[in-house]
């Protein structure tokens, strides 16, 4: 178990999280789900230790290696889509055989010798996630990764994520504002409310992952349910 306790942060005298406590299961994807500008992104930056001013504790993060999956893809242009996955597995004695196998995964192993430049915006974004699993993390960072795309390639990564993370299970702490995205992904969904955030409210989605698609009943109540979760908590 992952948890933080009586977080305390802000930037100057604007308050983002006050006496905040959660605990995160590993080997899980746990959903942050909260308006824009709530706070997920700095609870995803004090977590992977990119910040250091606040005060609280976090248990169980130590010794913890990562990945981080940010909205832009970040790859390196220079670099084909092979030699971005090579470059981050240096010193590991399976390097090729991870490469081909991620790869396959999100099916861009045909584009293995292509520039990031010659890829359209959902390969650029099946890559990143892919160097993401590639590289042998504890814990993967996900700061809404989707966000701005169209539904129909939405679809598509959030199913090639799917395939990577059934394959290679690791704890995910995965930040969004959208429902959807946290119905579709998440084990546990986590909602924030207005800053100061103090509380959140827990919910568990039990149904498998490949099975689970907006137009269902069971995923259709839990959607209206976390919806007027996320409304109340925002009032």
């Known amino acids: 178990m992952l948890e933080i306790k009586n977080l305390n942060k802000k930037y100057d005298d604007h308050v983002i999280f006050k006496d905040f406590n959660i605990q995160l299961k590993e080997n899980e994807i746990n959903c942050i789900l909260g308006a824009s500008g709530c706070g997920k992104t700095t609870l995803l930056n004090i977590i992977a230790h990119l910040d250091s001013d606040y005060e609280g504790t976090l248990e169980g993060f130590d010794h913890k290696t990562y990945s981080y999956i940010f909205q832009e893809t970040r790859l390196l242009n220079w670099f084909t889509v092979h030699k971005n ?59 809404e990764p989707f966000k701005g795309l169209d539904p129909a390639l939405k679809k598509s990564l959030v199913e090639a994520f799917i395939r990577l993370w059934e394959q290679d299970k690791r704890t995910i702490i995965f930040v969004t504002h959208d429902i959807e995205e946290s119905i579709l992904l998440g084990d546990d969904i986590y909602i924030l409310g207005d800053q100061p955030i103090k509380e959140i409210f827990r919910t568990n989605i039990s149904i498998e992952k490949s099975d689970r698609t907006l137009n269902d009943s069971l995923i259709d109540s839990k959607k209206q349910m976390i919806y007027s979760i996320f409304m109340s908590e925002k009032e």
């Not at 399976?94 to 890829?119: F, M």
């Open 85 to 143: 996955l090579e470059v981050i597995l240096k010193g590991y004695e399976d390097i090729e055989e991870r490469i081909d196998k991620y790869l396959e995964i999100v099916e861009l192993d045909r584009y293995r010798e292509y520039y990031p430049y010659q890829l359209s915006g959902g390969m650029k974004q099946r890559l990143s996630i892919a160097r993401a699993f590639a590289f042998k993390s504890d814990i993967l960072l996900m700061d």
